[in-house]
């Protein structure tokens, strides 16, 4: 969170940089912008076109961005401003239009916020593989479906996967803000989150303690389990019981391992999400960057009018 001081000088910076809305068409259900937008327009066109835009436009002037899309529009924003080394001169602000919109479930109002580096690219909410993985891949088959978004398309993702194989064999190791090294890979795991904010999934409170601001990951590994027991645990996974008193619950602590963590890898892995996108590789370098952009949030006048 900001200083009284720090948000006056934001208040003032906001007044007077350039906004620009970057506009994702193909984000939920809302396809329309609102009639009356102060600043220019850019409206996507395909998947990669607001980072280029970004990238672009922040390498060359100081920028208040309105992303009207989701969390794979707000990464591909982040990822732009980010690559152009312009997080401490421009701003970013949501109107949430996503499926999901975890990002804005755990944004806090006007602050600097960390980012997630993995190999070579940002992430700014979460992380994850295995199970959850291939959940996002069945939940977009499912978002074609009419009438299907957010939370469903996500139940009906868990559905699809559940009768499948759960369990994969990874090797990971972790490093706290200490230096202590940990390693885990002896057994098969379920899924694997690093978590910048606290929900996913089209609002599953995963990490309930994670914060955007800390500077730390929260990893949370979910051993392999039966099937009989994910379903027992993915409720109290989605509202964020198997976490008392910043820790994991006594009855949780068989199938979940938590660490806080600002270093790790992830390797013999397919396939990894970045805030919804599903990236190829085999192999995740990860840490966390402190401080590293600068998030604005719009109240209710704004976001019609901004």
């Given at each position: 969170m ?34 009356k ?5 850019y ?9 280029r ?9 100081d ?18 401003i ?31 916020i ?14 994850n ?9 069945e ?13 469903f398309?996500?139940?009906l ?29 002896n ?26 601001t ?19 645990l ?34 013999n ?19 966390i ?18």
């Amino acid at each position: 969170m900001l200083t009284d001081e720090e948000n006056s000088v934001m208040m003032v910076w906001v007044i007077k940089m350039k906004k620009i809305h970057v506009f994702n068409p193909m984000a939920g259900k809302d396809k329309k912008l609102p009639e009356k937008l102060d600043g220019e327009i850019y409206i996507t066109k395909s998947v990669g076109d607001a980072e280029r835009f970004a990238y672009e436009t922040s390498k060359s002037e100081d920028v208040h961005f309105i992303v009207h899309g989701g969390d794979g529009t707000i990464n591909e924003v982040a990822n732009g401003i980010i690559k152009a080394e312009a997080g401490e001169r421009c701003l970013f602000s949501v109107v949430p239009k996503g499926t999901g919109n975890d990002f804005v479930r755990s944004a806090m109002e006007n602050t600097k916020i960390d980012v997630i580096k993995f190999n070579d690219s940002y992430c700014i909410n979460s992380l994850n593989t295995g199970l959850d993985l291939r959940v996002v891949e069945e939940m977009e088959k499912a978002k074609k479906i009419p009438f299907v978004r957010g939370s469903f398309a996500y139940l009906l993702g868990v559905a699809s996967v559940f009768f499948g194989h759960i369990g994969e064999k990874w090797k990971i190791t972790v490093e706290d803000d200490n230096g202590k090294v940990e390693r885990f890979g002896n057994e098969e795991y379920s899924l694997a989150l690093f978590a910048n904010g606290g929900f996913y999934g089209g609002g599953f409170n995963a990490a309930p303690i994670a914060s955007l601001t800390d500077g730390v990951i929260d990893l949370i590994i979910v051993k392999k389990v039966t099937k009989l027991t994910l379903l027992k645990l993915i409720m109290a996974y989605r509202a964020g019981k198997h976490f008392k008193n910043g820790k994991i619950a006594e009855k949780f602590k068989k199938y979940f391992v938590y660490r806080k963590c600002v270093k790790a890898t992830i390797e013999n892995i397919k396939s990894i999400c970045s805030d919804g996108e599903i990236i190829k590789t085999d192999k995740a370098e990860i840490s966390i960057l402190k401080n590293k952009l600068t998030y604005y949030t719009l109240n209710a006048t704004e976001e019609v009018l901004v």
